[in-house]
């Protein structure tokens, strides 16, 4: 019996080593940082903000139709349109493919969203659509934004409406702050934990699980009734936040270089609600969409800054509803 208890102590001792030494020698699996990870790859993005390729992340309907009546169909994108089916039905851009935003990621995993086309992302207002052009560009698509979405290509078409119906009021024309917000606190980044080890899988989980429920934005009336709820990121450059002016206590991001990991992503709380906003809600559409799958809790401010001051701008605006039947030759309607 001494004999048997031996030998097991023997062997007991020995895997003991052997699991000690396999530790030593790093086969434990390692921590993986997820969060720098993706932001590796946002960093990139919104430095360049541009596709992989290096086209415009955002394209206007005009040029949309030269390319689709160019006579060549080889370059044609690959189109997107994340409408209702019913809105949809009642006209889109020929041979757009109709789906919803939420399954974004699915398709890409089944192979229906293809790698060697430009993929073109259409919606009401461009607004939802930049949600799927940040997520695809960031999995290394080449995919653009229709600016104004479908309010940019026919409004006889059901629900294209949006865009006259926001630009309409000038709420907050005379209630812009034009002296400047700073902060100098910082915060730790947000801690990611999909369980995946690479940024591709880690976006796609993400995606998943904070915007494929809901992509996220609020309203113009829910942020300036409620300022001191939020901190809020106004992306535009220095000398435009400063003149026309902004949100009350909104601090001033510049767009391409501050919202990076050795810049000024950390002045961002990961405790408190951020609001972007740009001047269209496009723009910060996108930005939302990254910090949210960053871990933040962000949300796109609806339609900018547009939405609240039209008239205080005097460029980056909704320049109205189209000439009716001017697109019509890209046009599929009943």
């Given at each position: 019996?001494?004999?048997?208890?031996?030998?097991?102590?023997?062997?007991?001792?020995?895997?003991?080593?052997?699991?000690?030494?396999?530790k030593d020698n790093g086969t434990e699996p390692e921590e993986v940082d997820e969060f720098a990870l993706v932001a590796e790859k946002g960093d990139?993005?919104?430095?360049?903000?541009?596709?992989p390729s290096g086209l415009p992340v955002n394209t206007s309907i005009s040029a949309v139709y030269d390319v689709l009546t160019d006579g060549n169909t080889a370059n044609d994108p690959f189109i997107i349109d994340y409408r209702s089916a019913t809105d949809f039905?009642?006209?889109?851009?020929?041979?757009?493919?109709?789906?919803?935003?939420?399954?974004?990621?699915?398709?890409?995993?089944?192979?229906?969203?293809p790698k060697d086309k430009v993929i073109l992302n259409i919606c009401y207002t461009g607004q939802s659509a930049s949600v799927a052009t940040a997520v695809l560009n960031l999995l290394g698509y080449d995919a653009q934004n229709l600016l104004f979405?479908?309010?940019?290509?026919?409004?006889?078409?059901?629900?294209?409406?949006?865009?006259?119906?926001?630009?309409?009021?000038?709420?907050?024309?005379?209630?812009?702050?034009?002296?400047a917000n700073t902060t100098t606190t910082t915060y730790e980044f947000p801690k990611l934990n999909t369980g995946e080890t690479e940024a591709e899988a880690i976006i796609k989980a993400r995606f998943k699980e904070v915007i494929a429920?809901?992509?996220?934005?609020?309203?113009?009336?829910?942020?300036?009734?409620?300022?001191?709820?939020?901190?809020?990121?106004?992306?535009?450059?220095?000398?435009?936040?400063?003149?026309?002016?902004h949100i009350p206590g909104a601090y001033q991001f510049t767009p391409k270089t501050s919202l990076k990991t050795d810049a000024q992503l950390?002045?961002?709380?990961?405790?408190?609600t951020i609001v972007v906003y740009c001047y269209t809600g496009q723009t910060s559409a996108q930005v939302a969409t990254y910090l949210k799958i960053l871990g933040y809790d962000a949300k796109s401010l609806l339609y900018g800054f547009n939405g609240f001051a039209y008239s205080k701008l005097g460029a980056?605006?909704?320049a109205g509803p189209p000439q009716p039947g001017i697109y019509d030759a890209i046009l599929e309607k009943p």
């Open positions: 019996m001494k004999r048997y208890l031996t030998i097991f102590l023997v062997l007991m001792l020995a895997l003991v080593i052997i699991l000690g030494c396999d990139t993005y919104f430095s360049n903000y541009t596709t039905a009642s006209g889109h851009i020929k041979g757009a493919m109709n789906m919803a935003l939420g399954d974004l990621v699915d398709k890409v995993d089944d192979g229906t969203i979405g479908m309010c940019a290509v026919d409004t006889s078409i059901s629900n294209t409406s949006q865009w006259m119906n926001q630009v309409a009021s000038d709420e907050h024309f005379n209630d812009l702050e034009t002296t429920p809901g992509w996220p934005k609020i309203s113009a009336d829910d942020v300036w009734d409620n300022t001191g709820n939020y901190f809020i990121a106004n992306y535009w450059p220095e000398n435009e936040y400063l003149n026309p002016g950390n002045l961002l709380p990961a405790d408190k980056h605006k909704y």
